[in-house]
C-alpha cells in the first residue's frame, strides 16, 4: 500500500485495528479460560463481547468509506497475544498469574485507545463525522475496560498476589 494522503493513512491504520481486534476475538476467550478469579474472568468474557462489537463497527466505518477491511496482519498485536499466551500458560499461584494476566491484557488495551485515538482524528480531519462517532464509542469502551482491569487489580488481584 502506498501513502500519499491522510486518508490513505487512515484507511492503513483501520486495516490494522480490524486485524488487532480479528485477533483479540480469538484470544480474549484463552485469557477468560486461564483466570482463575471470577471478576477477571468476567472482565475477560464481556470484553470478548465488546471486541466482537468492535469488529462490525470497524466494518461500518470501512463500508462507509468503500474500503476493504482485510489486507493487513497487525504485527503489534501478534506479539502483545504472544506475551499474553505466554502468561496463560505460566505455572506458579493464581492470583500472580491472574496479575499477569491482567498486565499483559493492559498492554493490549493502551495500544488500542492509541490506535482509536489517531483514527478517530483522522476521521474528524477528513470530514468523517459519522465514522469519527463509531470509533469514538469504541475508543470509549477500551479506556473503560483499562478502568476496570486497574479496579480489579487494585482492589482484589494485586492484595492476593502480594500474600
Known amino acids: 500500500m502506498k501513502l500519499n494522503t491522510l486518508r490513505d493513512l487512515y484507511v ?4 490494522d485495528l480490524y486485524s488487532a481486534e480479528t485477533q483479540l476475538t480469538k484470544a480474549l476467550p484463552k485469557m477468560e479460560q486461564a483466570a482463575s478469579h471470577p471478576d477477571l474472568k468476567e472482565a475477560f468474557r464481556r470484553h470478548t463481547q465488546q471486541t466482537e462489537q468492535h469488529v462490525q ?5 470501512f463500508k462507509m468509506l468503500g474500503e476493504k477491511p482485510g ?16 502468561m496463560r500458560k505460566t505455572k506458579g499461584d493464581p492470583a ?3 496479575a499477569g494476566l491482567i498486565a499483559a491484557a493492559q498492554r493490549v488495551e493502551h495500544y488500542e ?12 480531519q477528513l470530514g468523517e463525522s459519522q465514522g469519527a462517532s463509531l470509533l469514538q464509542q469504541t475508543l470509549e469502551e477500551e479506556g473503560t475496560t483499562d478502568k476496570l482491569l486497574t479496579q480489579i487489580a487494585e482492589r482484589v488481584i494485586n492484595l492476593e498476589a502480594e500474600r
Open 57 to 61: 463497527r470497524l466494518e461500518q466505518v
Open 71 to 86: 489486507g493487513h496482519t497487525c504485527k503489534a498485536m501478534e506479539g502483545l497475544i504472544k506475551e499474553g499466551d505466554e
Open 12 to 15: 492503513e491504520q483501520l486495516q
Open 96 to 98: 500472580a498469574i491472574d
Open 113 to 124: 485507545i492509541a490506535g482509536y485515538g489517531c483514527v478517530r482524528t483522522y476521521a474528524n
